[in-house]
């Protein structure tokens, strides 16, 4: 096996954390190719926990280069606390490599993102408020600052001077906020450039040598397929392309060196932020009522659905076999990641959505229109649960109770891909191989 692009194939928090640590000892880099800290990777291992938001998962393994690449949108702030953090756990971050070309989430654009998301009201997309649509829009616009553009004061200051123009007059003018000036924004981005400076690099031509050099590179995406700017329930998306597709623009890596791409999917489905959600179990909060909001609640609760960045409550929702064929298509998917297979073990029965239902015709594949995917009733298969039995400590595919093993199969049925890791736990031992490290 060489080089890997792991994505998530649902709405994110699917466990890309967990995965990416698993399998990193086996590459050379671990890339960051899109997204910024808007992501909440988790990574496990015996009593240490981490919440990764901008350094790839692949940083506890020293033999593995971390790099952000390009596509990656940075706050500096959070960069260098996020690194004194690893520090500070043991696990020395001289080997970081960030691309000077990956954009820089200002102060401004936080603040744009928390004035627009409450000016859209009740029509909010929910974002995690850390700045990233702003970001992205600027970096189309072509009016965006660059990780490069910290080395030099004089070029920052002119640069900001230009944005905070347009900045502070939407600002004010649109969304009746506070404005910033440049000596503000100076003085809460520059002192994080000298920490930077030293892990600066063209990591496009970096990596491209690697791979002469035949190294093996894992791209360690972030967020997920159905949030994809291009592929994703748009509007009710981020801002970057998160399939494994961006990998390539998001790093500067041909797509022919991608050998092979890794599906996360979660045993269920969750979903932070707005947008429709065809399996979602409603909360009696939400609206929700009798067996599907015991169901949900189960599900949260079980599985500590809890966004690692926000802390907000997930959506929670029965596995959805169309999107999961919909993520094989769009991302070309050669492997899944099962994950959170023991939260399933709480049900007597579980459902498997195999297929829509809106306006009397049936919809096999992902709908083309939003608005038939809003309206789509889920049709569900049931299948038998293996309630109460452990499975948090199985060590081969075998050992699972025979519910389990015909729900992975029938999940690898109706999405045509073979479930090759499948994890039964938050730790990095609590995962079963079938076939991954072919
Ligand atoms: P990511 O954003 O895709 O990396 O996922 P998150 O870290 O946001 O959320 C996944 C959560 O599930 C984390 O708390 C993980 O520790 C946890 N997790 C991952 N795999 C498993 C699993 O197989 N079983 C259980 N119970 N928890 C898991
Ligand atoms: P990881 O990498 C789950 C969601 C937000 C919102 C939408 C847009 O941990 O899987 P944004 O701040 O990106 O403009 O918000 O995307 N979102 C995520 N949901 N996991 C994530 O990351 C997410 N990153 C963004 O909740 O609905
Ligand atoms: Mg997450």
Redesign the pocket.
């Known amino acids: 096996m060489s080089n890997v692009v792991l994505v998530?194939a649902q709405w994110?928090?699917?466990?890309?954390?967990?995965?990416?640590d698993l399998i990193a000892r086996e590459f050379d880099f671990v890339v960051r190719y899109q997204g910024g800290n808007n992501?909440?990777?988790?990574?496990?291992s015996g009593d240490k926990?981490l919440?990764l938001h901008l350094i790839p998962?692949g940083i506890m393994y020293e033999n593995a280069i971390p790099v952000i690449g390009n596509g990656v949108v940075v706050n500096p702030q959070v960069l260098v606390e996020e690194m004194r953090m690893l520090e500070g756990e043991g696990f020395p971050c001289d080997r970081l490599k960030i691309s000077c070309d990956a954009h820089v989430i200002m102060p401004y654009h936080i603040e744009l993102d928390r004035a627009s998301e409450f000016k859209l009201g009740k029509n909010e997309i929910g974002t995690t408020n850390r700045g990233i649509g702003p970001c992205y829009q600027d970096k189309a616009a072509r009016s965006g600052i660059r990780i490069q553009d910290l080395l030099d004061e004089k070029v920052f200051r002119m640069k900001v001077a230009a944005a905070l123009e347009v900045k502070n007059a939407i600002l004010e003018k649109v969304y009746g906020k506070r404005t910033f000036t440049v000596d503000e924004i100076c003085a809460a981005c520059l002192p994080y450039a000298e920490v930077i400076r030293p892990h600066m690099a063209e990591t496009a031509m970096m990596l491209n040598e690697a791979l002469r050099d035949g190294k093996r590179i894992l791209f360690e995406g972030?967020q997920?397929t159905l949030l994809d700017i291009d592929h994703g329930t748009y509007p009710f998306v981020t801002s970057s392309s998160c399939c494994a597709g961006g990998a390539a623009t998001g790093s500067g890596v041909g797509p022919a060196a991608i050998d092979r791409v890794l599906g996360?999917e979660k045993a269920y489905v969750t979903r932070v932020g707005a947008g429709p959600f065809p399996t979602e179990l409603l909360y009696p909060e939400n609206g929700g009522e009798g067996q599907d909001a015991v169901d949900g609640d189960l599900m949260c609760s079980v599985?500590?659905e809890y966004?690692?960045t926000t802390g907000r409550k997930r959506r929670c929702g029965w596995f959805d076999a169309v999107i999961a064929r919909y993520a094989a298509e769009v991302n070309g998917l050669t492997d899944i990641a099962l994950?959170?297979?023991?939260?399933l073990s709480a049900f007597d029965e579980i459902k498997i959505c195999v297929a829509y239902e809106c306006n009397g015709e049936r919809y096999e594949y992902f709908p083309m229109q939003q608005s038939v995917l809003y309206h789509a009733k889920p049709i569900y298969k049931t299948m038998p649960g293996w309630k109460g039995q452990d499975i948090?400590k199985a060590t081969a595919f075998e050992e699972l109770p025979q519910a389990a093993q015909d729900y992975i199969a029938e999940i690898e049925r109706l999405s045509g891909v073979k479930a090759t890791i499948v994890?039964?736990?938050?730790d990095r031992h609590?995962?079963l191989m079938r076939g991954w490290d072919r």
Do not use: F
């Open positions: 998530g994110g928090d699917e466990g890309k954390g967990k995965i990416t992501a909440g990777h988790t990574v496990v926990k919440a998962s972030a997920g996360i599985g500590h966004g690692v994950t959170k297979l023991d939260v948090t994890s039964v736990g938050p609590q995962t």
